[in-house]
């Protein structure tokens, strides 16, 4: 089946883009914008990581009450990107990113308003929509400002720029809750919102698809029940077991929509996502390594922040700089990234990233009880992070025509966010089930201990004490979760990642350096390293 001819544009759309690099410095200072955009949707993950037991306190908030706050952004982030990411690539690229991030912006300074922990949640997932608006066209403008040659650095020093969010989120948020309590880590997203905002209105170029393919709405709606339900099924698991009702009600209707899903996907003209994309490998292991190495950070932070603040005692703002060696290790690892893919090969970097990862999160679960052990461990997280996310990321938009950067770029981002909220959910799930099942009490170790403060000494003390043993357990088959998913990925990597870049049909293979090779020669013509789908592929 081949695809249709696209529309017309409308006469109100985009001004036509020309497809040429933004010329001279004018093109890193797009970098820097869309790093610090990207940064900002980052900063407000990382910030809320050190604000939850501040709000468990203050919201009288459980465990799966903080899972769906968390989760809340994620299921609506992920649910939407590919209509956004098709968005952006239809409307423009510059008006879809920009207008998501003032949203962004205003509905983080209506969080403060919050009383009930279910404010939070629907204050949460206005933000996940706005965010999903900003994240895809962050990096599709990138790559419109930037050669080919030179993507690969850009890429990396976006991704770096990115995790200076996760690097500064813990610090100030931890500063804010300490100071101001947990609705100040929503103020954070204000000013540096308003700022990009306003910069970029001037800065940044517009784009857009010269095709402006429609968007299939049934098809985004099909995708953000899917994701969704799939999220809720692994948290009413963790909260009343498998065989509950409520848990099989979930895993139906995750079931339905999938399926659903995949077949609008086969029928429309105008899918959400390139079914073709999916037979190349190299496409599949960029995706589903990110989206693993996502699983694993994400469920790694929601148990350490517990440990840190909880059982070892530390405040918010100590907790935030005690994680500080995954974000500023990660971004000198990003910074370093297409080097050693030169040197090594995309499939040995990404795959070497991942069972670095993997072995820190088992360390902190297994020996992480005090922090000596934790901060050599979080260090090899953050070196193989950043080593493996810029260099993954570039080989899955590298598969991608640039006519449909915006939609591409969202599924990248779908998948790094859907691990994301999936690696919440199954470790946060994990740790609840253990530890209620352990201590046959109060419901989180920080309820445990206010319990305890109540009891007397040595009553309280004994209660103490089997919490910490029973969230050392938890958090061990938690992490160990955690682990194993991060080093699947990196099988999964190794598996996918083999041999040359897959070209479209018609164009001949390329080494597997390609995008990480020696710089381009002045004078030279740059090799096209991006083959597009085919109508022939678009329609199967």
Request: hydrophobic letters at 55%; glycine letters at 14%.
């Given at each position: 089946m081949t695809t249709p001819r696209a529309e017309t544009p409308p006469d109100d759309g985009p001004p036509p883009d020309d497809g040429a690099p933004e010329p001279g410095r004018e093109r890193w200072l797009v970098l820097l914008l869309m790093g610090f955009a990207l940064c900002v949707v980052v900063l407000n993950n990382s910030s809320l990581n050190v604000a939850i037991p501040e709000l468990m306190r203050d919201l009288d908030a459980d465990l799966p009450t903080v899972q769906w706050i968390v989760d809340s952004y994620s299921i609506v982030f992920a649910g939407l990107l590919i209509v956004a990411g098709a968005w952006s690539d239809r409307w423009g690229?510059?008006?879809?990113?920009?207008?998501?991030?003032?949203?962004?912006?205003?509905?983080?300074?209506?969080?403060v308003l919050a009383t009930e922990a279910w404010h939070v949640v629907l204050v949460r997932a206005v933000l996940g929509a706005a965010a999903a608006f900003?994240?895809?066209?962050?990096?599709?403008?990138?790559?419109?400002a930037f050669p080919r040659r030179e993507r690969a650095r850009a890429?990396?020093?976006?991704?770096?720029?990115?995790?200076?969010?996760?690097?500064?989120?813990?610090?100030?948020?931890?500063?804010?809750?300490?100071?101001?309590?947990?609705?100040?880590?929503?103020?954070?997203?204000?000013?540096?919102a308003a700022a990009v905002v306003l910069a970029g209105v001037f800065l940044v170029r517009e784009s857009a698809d010269p095709q402006r393919r429609p968007?299939?709405?049934?098809?985004?709606?099909?995708?953000?029940?899917?994701?969704?339900?799939?999220?809720?099924?692994?948290?009413?698991?963790?909260?009343?077991?498998?065989?509950?009702v409520r848990t099989g009600v979930g895993a139906a209707v995750t079931l339905a929509a999938g399926v659903a899903f995949v077949r609008r996907l086969r029928r429309t003209p105008f899918p959400l996502v390139e079914l073709a994309l999916l037979r190349r490998e190299r496409f599949r292991g960029a995706a589903l390594g990110n989206m693993l190495l996502f699983f694993g950070l994400a469920g790694t932070l929601f148990v350490l922040t517990q440990r840190l603040q909880v059982q070892l005692g530390m405040s918010p703002l100590a907790a935030g700089l005690a994680v500080g060696p995954i974000a500023l290790t990660a971004f000198a690892a990003s910074a370093c990234s297409p080097l050693v893919a030169r040197r090594l090969g995309p499939r040995t970097t990404v795959t070497g990233g991942l069972l670095l990862v993997a072995a820190g999160i088992a360390v902190v679960g297994w020996w992480g009880g005090?922090?000596?052990?934790?901060?050599?461990?979080?260090?090899?997280?953050?070196?193989g992070f950043g080593a493996a996310t810029p260099v993954a990321t570039d080989l899955l938009v590298?598969?991608?025509?640039?006519?449909?950067?915006?939609?591409?770029s969202a599924l990248n981002d779908t998948m790094q966010e859907t691990?994301?909220?999936?690696?919440?959910?199954?470790?946060?799930?994990?740790?609840?089930?253990?530890?209620v099942q352990a201590l046959d009490g109060p419901g989180t170790l920080q309820q445990a201990r206010a319990v305890a403060e109540e009891l007397p000494a040595r009553a309280g003390a004994a209660l103490v004490d089997r919490a910490d043993a029973a969230f050392d357990d938890?958090?061990?088959?938690?992490?160990?979760?955690?682990?194993?998913?991060?080093?699947?990925?990196?099988?999964?990597?190794?598996?996918?990642?083999?041999?040359?870049?897959?070209?479209?049909?018609?164009?001949?293979?390329?080494?597997?350096?390609?995008?990480f090779g020696p710089p381009h020669v002045a004078g030279e013509p740059a090799p096209d390293r991006s083959p597009a789908l085919t109508a022939d592929e678009r329609g199967r």
């Open positions: 690229r510059k008006r879809m990113t920009l207008g998501g991030l003032a949203v962004f912006g205003v509905a983080s300074a209506l969080a900003v994240m895809p066209g962050t990096l599709a403008i990138l790559l419109h890429i990396a020093l976006w991704t770096g720029i990115a995790v200076l969010g996760v690097a500064l989120g813990p610090v100030l948020g931890g500063l804010v809750v300490t100071t101001a309590g947990w609705s100040g880590v929503f103020w954070l997203n204000v000013p540096p968007t299939d709405a049934l098809g985004a709606m099909l995708s953000v029940v899917a994701v969704g339900a799939l999220v809720f099924t692994v948290i009413e698991a963790g909260q009343h077991g498998g065989l509950h005090s922090y000596q052990v934790i901060a050599p461990a979080l260090v090899a997280v953050g070196v590298s598969t991608l025509s640039d006519d449909r950067a915006s939609s591409g691990g994301f909220a999936l690696g919440i959910a199954a470790v946060g799930a994990v740790l609840n089930r253990v530890f938890a958090a061990r088959a938690a992490l160990t979760v955690a682990a194993v998913v991060t080093a699947l990925g990196a099988a999964v990597a190794f598996r996918l990642l083999a041999g040359g870049r897959e070209p479209a049909p018609g164009q001949a293979p390329t080494e597997p350096e390609d995008t």
